[in-house]
C-alpha cells in the first residue's frame, strides 16, 4: 500500500473508495446492505475525524525529527537528550 502524501491524492482516494464499494463485485460479495453500511460507518465514524488522522493535513507542521506516541515516550525523550 502505497502512503497518501498530498490533498489531492486523498480527495481521490476518498473519491474512488464509495464507487469501489458500491462497486457490482464487491456488492455481490458482501451484499447490498453491508455495503451501505460500510459507507454509512465511513461517513459517521471516520471521516468527521479526517483532520485528525490523514497526514496530508499536517504536512507542513515542523517536527524537528522528535516525535512521541505517549507522554511517557516524550518525558523520557527529554530525560535522554536535553543538556540542561
Avoid at 44 to 63: G, I, M, N, P, T
Amino acid at each position: 500500500m502505497k502512503s497518501i502524501e498530498t490533498l489531492d491524492e486523498y480527495k481521490a482516494s476518498k473519491a474512488l473508495l464509495f464507487p469501489y464499494v458500491n462497486s457490482e463485485e464487491v456488492v455481490k460479495v458482501i451484499g447490498d446492505d453491508t455495503a451501505d453500511n460500510i459507507v454509512t460507518f465511513l461517513r459517521s465514524k471516520v471521516f468527521v475525524h479526517e483532520q485528525h488522522f490523514a497526514r496530508c493535513f499536517y504536512l507542513d507542521v515542523r517536527r524537528f525529527d522528535a516525535y512521541s506516541n505517549t507522554c511517557l515516550e516524550g518525558t523520557n525523550y527529554g530525560v535522554k537528550y536535553c543538556e540542561n
